[in-house]
C-alpha cells in the first residue's frame, strides 16, 4: 500500500513538472518569436498562456486518473480498509 501511494505521489511530482515545462518552453518559443518579428512581448505572453493552460490541463487529467484509480483500489479492498 506505501509503495502505490509513492507511485502516486511521483506521478503527481512529474505531472507538475510537466506543467513547469510547457509553460517555460512555450514561453522561449514565444520569446524567440517576439526577437524576430519585433513583436515583443505578444508572443511571449501568447506562448506562456497556452504552456499554462496545456500543463494545467495535463496535471488535472493526471489527477483525475490517479483518483479513479486509488477510488478503484479502494473498492477492491486493495487501499487497506483501515481508518483512513
Same mark, same amino acid.
Given at each position: 500500500? *506505501? ?5 502516486? @505521489? $511521483?506521478?503527481? !511530482?512529474? &505531472? ?5 515545462? *510547457? *509553460? +517555460? +518552453? ?5 520569446? $524567440?518569436?517576439?526577437? #524576430? $518579428?519585433?513583436?515583443?512581448?505578444? $508572443? &511571449?505572453?501568447?506562448?506562456? +498562456? ?8 495535463? @496535471? +488535472?487529467?493526471? !489527477? ?11 473498492? #477492491? ?8
Amino acid at each position: 500500500m *506505501a509503495e502505490e501511494d509513492r507511485r502516486r @505521489l $511521483w506521478a503527481l !511530482a512529474g &505531472s507538475g513538472l510537466e506543467f513547469g515545462l *510547457a *509553460a +517555460v +518552453v512555450l514561453a522561449g518559443v514565444g520569446f $524567440w518569436l517576439d526577437g #524576430h $518579428w519585433g513583436t515583443r512581448p505578444l $508572443w &511571449s505572453m501568447t506562448g506562456l +498562456v497556452v504552456g499554462v493552460m496545456g500543463g494545467l490541463y495535463l @496535471l +488535472v487529467k493526471k !489527477a483525475i486518473a490517479l483518483n479513479q484509480e486509488a477510488e478503484r483500489d479502494r473498492r #477492491h479492498g486493495e487501499g487497506g480498509g483501515g481508518d483512513g
